[in-house]
Structure formats: C-alpha cells, structure tokens
C-alpha cells in the first residue's frame, strides 16, 4: 500500500492562529472551561508525527519565549488573553454608553490591562439586577478583533457586589462650621475630601474614624458626605482592622436570616434522615492547633498497620468536621458561605466565614464531646507512600485538645497531665508515621521554602505589645503532612467517582520569570538553562547551593518570587509547588469555602447521606471557583495591609531609633528593607543613599552606584533608621545606615564607598541629579 504524501510542517504563523481559534471556538460553544491546547492537539491537528514532533516543540517554546503565546494552567493561547471566566470591577461607560471593565486580577508583565466592554442582554432576566459603574462581576468574555477600543466583550454571568456609596474616613472637627471634613482612609481615594455639615456629623469627634455615606455634591462642587456611624478612635488598633474591612468590602455582619439559620441548627445524631453514622467515639483521634485556636476542625490518629501486606507501615487517619451536614446548599448559611468566600483572621478579630453557632459549636471538634466529622482512613506503607484510603461518615470524640507546642514538648521529653498519658498510645505513632510519609516526600521533593509569618500580640487595652515569628515545629510539620494526605485523597476519590469538584491548583513559573532567575543566577556563578521547564526539586537544589553562604537570603526572595499565585479552579492542572498532580482542599471546611464543595461532592458520590453537593455543571464550579479565589486574594491583602498599619502605629513612637534588617526589594527609586525584629516593611529612597547616583541593575537586583561602585542588593542585612510613619498607610520610611559592598571595577581595583561616618543626608548631591519618582 503506497504511503500517504507527508503533510508540510505548519509555519509559525500557523501554529498561533490555530491556537487562537480553537480559543475562539471553545467561547463560541458555550463551554465552562476551554479544552486543554498543548503540543499533543497541536500534533494532532497538523498530522505532525516523529522526530517532526521535536521541532514542534522547539517552535512553541521559542514562540514562548518571544511572547507570542502563553502557557498557562488550560495549556498554550495568545499572549496576554484571558480566560473565557473572568471576575472583572466595571469602572466606566464607554461615548455610547456601554460599560467598560477591567479584570480585578492582572500581572501586569503581561502588558497594559485590557478592557471589556460589557453588553447588557437586550431582554433582562426577571430578578438579575442590571449591572452599573463600581460593580464587581463574573463575565463571560470573548476577544475583539477590531482595533482601536476594547480588546474583549463580556456579558454578565453573575453579579457579586453592588456599588455602595460608603466611606471609611477620619473626622476632622472644622471650628468655624462646627461640622468638620473626612479624610478617606483608602489610599485610592486619599486625594478626596468631604465635607460634613453640622447636621450631618452625628456624634463624631476630631480624629475619630467613621462610615459616612457620600451626598450629592455641594453649592461649589465639593463632595459632601453624612457620618454613618462612629467606629471609635484612630488610635485604637481595632480601627484598624476595621480599615481593611471596609476597604476590601468585607461582609463582617451576618444577615438576620444566617443567624436565624444557626441557631435553628439542631447537633447532630447517629442516626438522622435516612441514615446512620459510623460509631468511631472510642478511637482516640486528637485536635492539635494554635494556643489561641477558637475552633478545632481536624482531628488525627495513627496506629500500627496489622495487615499482612503493609509490614512495619501504618494507618493514619484524618477526621474533619462534617460542616455539610450543617450548612445545606441554597440555604441562608450556604448563601451566605459562598460571598465570604473563607475567613479573615486579624490580630484583634475573626471574621468568620460561617457563623460561632455553627463554627465555634456544632462543628468544633471539642474534647469530650460527640460531633459529627467526615473521616479518611489511610494505609500508608513504611517507605510513606499511600496505599489505599476509604472515607466515611462518622460520630467521633475528641480525645484531647492539644496545642503545637504542648505536643512538641511531649515528644521532647517534657510531657504535662494532658500529654502524659497519651505519650506512648497517640502521640508516638503519629511522630513514627510522619517519620515514613518524609521519605516519600523528600522522593516527591516538594518546593522546600521556609516562609516565616509575623504574629501580632495585643495587650489587653488591644494596643500592640510586641511582634514575633513563631518557631517552626515538628508538630506543624506532622499536621500539614497528613493534612496534605488527607487533600490528595479527597481528590483521587472524587476523579474515580467521575465527579466534578474545585481543585486547588498551583501553576509553574512563568518563561519570563525563569529567564529573569536564570540571569539572576548566572552573577553569582550558578548556570540555569534559559526556557526550561523546571521541577520543584530544581528550585530546591538551587536553594541548597546557596544554604549558609553570603547569597541564600536573596536567591530565597528571589526563588519566591519567581513562583506563580495558587487558586481554585474546575479543571486540574495540577500543583507546582506540592508536586502532585490532583489536589483539592478537604480539611477546613469551616473557614474554607472550596473545602465545603468537597465535602459534598464525597457525601453525594459515596452515598453517604444528605447534604451531597447538587447537580451542578463544571461551568458553575467555575463560577465559585473564580469567586472564591478573588475572595481568597481579597483577604490575603487585608490581612496584609492590616499587619503593615499595626506596626506603622506600634514603631510611630521610635522615630530616631536604629533597626536591623535586609533589603527585601529593590525598585529604581529605592529599596525596601525589612526590619529583623518585626517584619515590618519600609522605603528608603533612593536619593537618601548618598553623594554617588545609584543606578538600577536588574539582573543582579542592586542600586549601584556609578563612581564608587558602592551597591545595594537584595537580600543584604543592613542597618536602618525609622525618620517617618504613617499609620494611615501602613508605611514607614527608613534612612540607610550601613555602607553598602564595594564592588571590583572594570581595570580590578576595589572601589571605595562613600567616607564612613558622614549622614547620607547630609552629604552634597551632584547637579542635576535626576529626580527618583
């Protein structure tokens, strides 16, 4: 049979429009998610077979590395396009009066943030609100090829917040008026303020913070605005936190029928509608959490594995608040749940995605008492690897109510009354077994960086009474292990069972970030083969190379850096960081909205009772995916910046005083320093360094100076002094007390930084300095 002639090899130009218009079609199909695009569909495609497939792929990563194309967790598309579901912030009305939004995530190496114009369907739905200027919503969106306006349309899928006419402000008492000004708290619109007429200015005093609502504008065009409420005093740390609530327009208040809804909630019962738990009060599962945990939503136990087939291996097993039970879909709580989306944890408060009666009560596993948990039971072999898992629906008892610390001392050797007697039957076994699972976990060689996290302890006036980093414990490690265990399970079972669910997904670094490391990298002597695809165990032995020597702390930040943001999603691309490649949140239900969506998906899929998780397409999981990821970043930068204002209070009172720390970013108009003792962040400019100009050198990410070669580089420990704080902001600027490292001039000679002991400040600058901005 005579062979079929070859097909030409497609150009370039090909390859791009192909993946571009299978986009195009996956939009125009109504589908959740488009299919995967990679180099197999691509092969497929062409005919492309052999060694031609070699080519193929050195075409796409060239095509990467050009910036012609993308690669992200649905595989290869046009560069800078967005995904078919996107959660966009509508800003603005277009000369014909359409709305005009911008998507609320954008990484902005990617280029300019693209705009969508957003039509309104021509026959609105009954009940579904019209959208309007200052909404967020999930869009569905489609490229436009005409040039010159927006690059995407868009149609509302789902409207998630409206615009609301309320302002976070300081009152500033005007005596002349006896009514006074707002200054906004937010630093978007700190540019603004309103006046507040005597009529208007409720019981507000000069310098409190208050909710005011904005009022038409007044008779010479200046906003006017009503105090709301009064929240108190700027000088209490509990404004704070109330800052950032209002700010991110997270919901702090549970509505009427969310409570009427919890406290109707009756406990649960072996047996209830239809069905009957399994009786596990007698197996001594133990709550291991903070000191200053308020709920326990995960218990553990391991023992000895007595079958035949796993010699020397163990049974581990995970249980977890059965909150599905409890919170119902499409219910007030449920409802509710979802526009949380998970809980924010400040130093001073909680804002709990559900409410206590339900989180602090029903579904806290507390010492002593029957609750109801959804439990995986784990046969894990003695080189740590799984071999099988099974899930139930059960009644436990928690044996004990420790916390990381007191567990930690009781495998050190300094048990207490609690500990004591669970030493050898609970605690032992649960150490041995962790023992095994860390060599499949040093084999699977996850991303192996330790982030320390500050922690804020208040005094009981709720002022500030000292910042620490809490040591990192073997007890952490354990609970995190199996914790993971437990994730991965949930996931294979929901797979097998053929069930959709929301995946917690992590995605590799971007090319440019690789390239960016890798010329990095190369100024210190470490070789790094640009557009490669890296694994985890790369990163950590670069991490390695470079553990005790004078460049850990930079590659560190630097290697952080470089990794992309994890998220929630409906179609699995897998989790970089962990390496593994399905993984789901299973174990905090309670804060976690994803979390709840497992366990109902479990609950239908092994027919485990009520409470299973409805008929729903993959498109609508996208939905919460989408919804719930944003509300995930939403509290990360509330926490943040909440963290940041608390210290720029705590340190207003140690202006003048010197702190160690290391440079933690470097930008051409200064460098961040992080202070050693706290945490905090703060900016000294770069026109404070000195006499020299200093100039940016991205690879090696330093200010160097042009005459003496004196530089600054990330990761150096310095020492600074605090000149400046503002609370308001969260900021603190610094003045740069240390010299930097000389460096080795082009004829070899050792460059001298500027003379010891004059104030940089102080010092001459030379004419025509260019401003740093």
Not at 38 to 58: C, M, N, P, V, Y
Not at 200 to 210: K, P
Not at 316 to 325: E, L
Request: glycine share 8%; charged share 30%; proline share 6%.
């Amino acid at each position: 049979m005579p062979k079929l002639p070859k097909k030409p090899f497609p150009s370039r130009e090909e390859i791009v429009a192909f993946i571009a218009r299978e986009r195009e079609e996956a939009v125009k199909s109504g589908a959740a998610q488009p299919d995967k695009i990679g180099k197999r569909e691509i092969a497929r495609a062409f005919a492309i077979r052999g060694d031609d497939k070699i080519l193929l792929k050195k075409i796409l990563k060239e095509l990467e590395l050009e910036g012609a194309v993308q690669r992200s967790r649905s595989g290869l598309h046009e560069a800078g396009a967005l995904p078919q579901i996107v959660l966009a912030d509508i800003l603005s009305r277009d000369r014909d009066g359409e709305l005009i939004a911008v998507p609320a995530e954008w990484d902005e190496a990617l280029g300019p943030t693209p705009c969508i114009i957003v039509f309104a369907p021509k026959r609105p739905r009954q009940g579904f609100p019209a959208a309007g200027i200052g909404d967020r919503a999930l869009l569905r969106v489609a490229p436009l090829r005409e040039t010159g306006g927006p690059a995407y349309s868009g149609r509302v899928v789902k409207l998630l917040s409206r615009a609301v006419k309320r302002v976070l402000g300081v009152f500033r008492e005007d005596p002349r008026t006896r009514g006074g000004r707002i200054t906004p708290v937010d630093k978007k619109q700190r540019d603004k303020e309103f006046i507040v007429s005597e009529a208007d200015r409720g019981e507000a005093r000069d310098g409190d913070l208050v909710s005011v609502e904005t009022l038409e504008r007044g008779r010479f065009g200046q906003p006017v605005a009503k105090v709301r409420e009064r929240l108190g005093s700027m000088n209490s740390e509990k404004a704070i936190s109330l800052i950032a609530i209002n700010i991110h327009s997270i919901p702090d208040l549970f509505r009427p029928e969310t409570i009427e809804a919890s406290e109707a909630a009756k406990p649960a019962r072996m047996e209830s509608e239809g069905f009957r738990r399994e009786d596990w009060r007698s197996l001594p599962l133990l709550t291991i959490d903070p000191t200053d945990a308020k709920d326990h939503d995960d218990a553990v136990h391991a023992q000895h594995d007595d079958a035949p087939d796993n010699p020397e291996g163990f049974v581990v097993t995970v249980a977890i608040a059965d909150v599905s039970y409890y919170v119902r879909p499409g219910g007030a709580l449920d409802r509710e749940a979802l526009d949380r989306g998970n809980s924010v944890y400040f130093p001073d408060r909680v804002v709990p995605m559900l409410p206590e009666r339900i989180s602090n009560d029903l579904c806290s596993l507390r010492q002593g008492e029957d609750r109801p948990a959804l439990a995986v039971r784990m046969r894990i072999g003695r080189d740590g690897h799984k071999l099988d898992h099974s899930f139930f629906r059960v009644m436990m008892r928690s044996a004990a109510k420790l916390s990381y610390q007191q567990a930690q001392d009781a495998i050190d050797g300094r048990p207490d009354e609690t500990t004591g007697p669970l030493l050898d039957s609970a605690l032992k076994p649960l150490w041995q077994a962790y023992d095994a699972v860390k060599i499949a976990r040093g084999k699977r060689s996850p991303l192996d960086l330790e982030l320390p996290e500050r922690k804020i302890l208040l005094k009981a006036d709720g002022t500030v009474d000292r910042v620490l980093t809490p040591p990192r414990l073997d007890a952490h490690k354990v609970i995190e292990e199996f914790m993971i265990l437990a994730n991965v399970a949930a996931a294979e079972t929901l797979e097998a069972e053929k069930s959709h669910l929301i995946y917690r997904a992590h995605d590799e670094p971007s090319v440019e970030k690789i390239n960016a490391l890798s010329e990095f990298l190369a100024t210190i002597g470490i070789k790094l083969a640009k557009g490669q695809v890296l694994k985890p165990m790369q990163f950590n032995e670069i991490l390695a190379k470079v553990r005790g020597t004078e460049h850990e702390n930079v590659v560190n930040e630097i290697v952080l850096r470089t990794q992309a943001q994890a998220e929630y999603v409906a179609e699995n691309y897998g989790h970089f960081g962990l390496h593994l490649r399905r993984y789901a949140h299973f174990t905090s239900p309670i804060r976690r909205y994803a979390d709840l969506i497992v366990h109902r998906a479990l609950v239908r899929a092994l027919k485990l009772g009520p409470g299973g998780l409805p008929e729903l397409s993959r498109e609508h999981l996208a939905e919460i995916a989408a919804r719930i990821s944003a509300a995930e970043r939403r509290a990360m930068a509330a926490e943040r910046e909440t963290t940041d204002r608390l210290i720029a209070t705590f340190l207003a009172d140690h202006i003048g005083a010197t702190f160690q720390g290391r440079i933690a970013g470097v930008t051409r108009a200064g460098l961040f320093v992080k202070l050693a003792e706290t945490g905090a962040d703060g900016f000294v400019p770069a026109g404070t360094l000195g006499s020299d100009y200093f100039a940016y050198d991205e690879a090696h990410h330093a200010l160097i100076g042009s005459r003496s070669g004196e530089s600054f580089q990330l990761g150096d420990a310095v020492t600074v002094k605090l000149v400046e704080a503002a609370p308001f902001a969260g900021a603190l600027r610094f003045e740069m007390q240390s010299e930097g490292k000389a460096r080795v001039g082009k004829a070899g000679a050792r460059k001298p930084g500027p003379a010891r002991g004059i104030s940089r400040t102080t010092r001459p600058k030379p004419a025509g300095r260019r401003a740093r901005k």
